[in-house]
């Protein structure tokens, strides 16, 4: 019979808290708690976490029922681990008691500040005028704070936000010097400010099913602990860290064996990403959907789309990259590795979710590169193009196909496709300077060969 998990039925050690942390999601327990676990058991690190719930509504309770005690189940082809978190210290809801928020800044122990509030997170909200009461957005509650800490006269702190958007930490320092102006907070404020805090961008990479619901009976059983707030995760990790060394010397991540890379510079590794495993993910997606096959693995299985898969990244993405091949190489064996994971079923419908953007940002510039480079075209990143445009006109087979993105571009592929003729939707589509940046018609041979495989797309689907 598995016992309850909490601190009475789990010897634990008591730590000082070292870490503010944004945010009680899946993704920041099973990444960054988990590896603060890992830093305490192999370092002298020795530090907890202490959440903060970033919105009224949240898992807080939940956590603090089982002494924020929970497992991360890490499952892959090759590994598969159950480790019990033991870091995380509680959970604090600001919207209960502002003052005892507050009072969190006044740890003279606390040198670091954790952060996942989602893309829409780091904003500023012009309705928090003042530090009197609660602010409502994330970077409101972490100006309150600080200057909380500044008015007693303590060090400063280094952010590492984990948000998916470029120069995280410059766009959260932006905006909470947005309400130093606006709450009209002292000069010598903003001088400690700019002095003693520090805003890393960062770069995380990591899959999170999250709860594992399906096996979570056998997972009692193995661990003998009933745990509501076990999270599985992928083996895989990657944390890329902007930041002096003075950061990697008092964060000794990678001394504890972690994949977890401080540079000065992480604009090369989100380029690497973000063309290679979201651009892979992005180019799929049409591709293998129009094909019969519903998910990342079966997709990456199939003989024909896998291939094709594999071509596309080695052959048409990694030549435009500027980082070592042998790098590159690693990496994008690693991307097909994890999209063959047993344990991750992950949908083609949900990565469809604004393709024409994604396209733009994740495969385009490895598209335009690669012809920079090689003088010709890289076909197979072009085919999924075409696939893409035959995709977005939302039927195939008879069957309606999940495609979702805002209403003036479903209007836009609506009105293209009325005309039923695959030469007029490519030329419209690709000529729309608001999808791409730029007209594709006017690339030597863009066109043509769209037109070629759209028309192919439907010959096949017709046999």
Same mark, same amino acid.
């Given at each position: 019979m598995p016992k309850k998990l909490n601190r009475q039925t789990v010897h634990t050690h008591k730590r000082p808290i070292k870490v503010l942390q944004f945010g009680e999601g899946n993704f920041l327990r099973a990444f960054c708690d988990w590896m603060v676990d890992i830093l305490n058991e192999k370092t002298d690190f020795n530090g907890n976490v202490q959440i903060v719930q970033p919105i009224g509504q949240g898992m807080g309770a939940m956590i603090n029922a089982q002494d924020g005690l929970y497992h991360v189940i890490l499952n892959g082809k090759r590994s598969?681990?159950?480790?019990?978190? @033991? &870091?995380?210290?509680?959970?604090?809801?600001?919207?209960?008691?502002?003052?005892?928020?507050?009072?969190?800044?006044?740890?003279?122990?606390?040198?670091?500040?954790?952060?996942?509030?989602?893309?829409?997170?780091? @904003?500023?909200?012009?309705?928090?005028?003042?530090?009197?009461?609660?602010?409502?957005?994330?970077?409101?509650?972490?100006?309150?704070?600080?200057?909380?800490?500044?008015?007693?006269?303590?060090?400063?702190?280094?952010?590492?936000? &984990?948000?998916?958007?470029?120069? #995280?930490?410059?766009?959260?320092?932006?905006?909470?010097?947005?309400?130093?102006?606006?709450?009209?907070?002292?000069?010598e404020f903003k001088t400690w400010l700019n002095a003693n805090v520090l805003f890393c961008n960062t770069l995380v990479d990591r899959i999170v099913p999250g709860f594992p619901k399906e096996t979570i009976h056998e997972i009692h059983?193995?661990?003998?602990?009933?745990?509501?707030? %076990?999270?599985?995760?992928?083996?895989?990790?990657?944390?890329?860290?902007?930041?002096?060394?003075?950061?990697?010397?008092?964060?000794?991540?990678?001394?504890?064996?972690?994949?977890?890379?401080?540079?000065?510079?992480?604009?090369?590794y989100r380029t690497r990403k973000v063309r290679i495993l979201n651009g %892979?993910?992005?180019?799929?997606?049409?591709?293998?959907?129009?094909?019969g096959l519903r998910t990342v693995r079966e997709s990456v299985d199939d003989k024909e789309v896998g291939s094709w898969l594999l071509k596309a990244i080695h052959e048409e993405i990694i030549p435009t990259?500027?980082?070592?091949?042998?790098?590159?190489?690693?990496?994008?064996?690693?991307?097909?590795?994890?999209?063959? #994971?047993?344990?991750?079923?992950?949908?083609?419908?949900?990565?469809?979710?604004?393709?024409?953007?994604?396209y733009k940002v994740r495969v385009l510039p490895s598209v335009l590169g690669y012809i920079s480079v090689k003088n010709e075209l890289p076909k197979r990143l072009l085919y999924s193009l075409a696939a893409l445009i035959r995709f977005y006109k939302g039927e195939w087979k008879g069957e309606i196909l999940p495609v979702n993105d805002s209403p003036d571009i479903l209007e836009f592929f609506g009105k293209a496709w009325s005309t039923n003729d695959p030469t007029h939707v490519a030329k419209v589509v690709l000529g729309n300077v608001d999808f791409w940046g730029a007209d594709l018609n006017a690339v030597a041979g863009l066109n043509k060969y769209v037109t070629e495989s759209l028309k192919e797309l439907d010959l096949n689907r017709a046999s």
């Open positions: 598969n681990e159950d480790r019990l978190i @033991t &870091c995380v210290d509680s959970v604090l809801n600001p919207y209960d008691d502002y003052n005892k928020f507050l009072a969190l800044a006044e740890n003279p122990d606390l040198k670091f500040i954790f952060s996942n509030t989602t893309e829409a997170g780091i @904003t500023f909200n012009e309705n928090d005028k003042s530090r009197d009461k609660l602010p409502d957005s994330f970077p409101g509650k972490v100006t309150a704070l600080l200057y909380h800490r500044f008015e007693k006269k303590l060090g400063g702190l280094i952010f590492l936000p &984990c948000e998916l958007i470029e120069k #995280n930490g410059t766009i959260l320092k932006s905006v909470v010097e947005k309400y130093v102006d606006l709450w009209k907070l002292p000069s059983q193995r661990t003998g602990y009933e745990d509501n707030l %076990a999270v599985m995760a992928e083996p895989f990790h990657l944390w890329v860290i902007e930041a002096p060394e003075s950061v990697r010397k008092s964060l000794p991540l990678e001394e504890a064996g972690l994949d977890v890379k401080f540079v000065s510079d992480l604009t090369p %892979a993910h992005t180019a799929l997606v049409p591709v293998a959907y129009l094909k990259l500027d980082l070592p091949k042998e790098e590159l190489t690693k990496f994008a064996n690693e991307v097909m590795e994890r999209f063959q #994971n047993p344990y991750i079923k992950h949908e083609l419908s949900s990565i469809a979710l604004n393709s024409v953007s994604k």
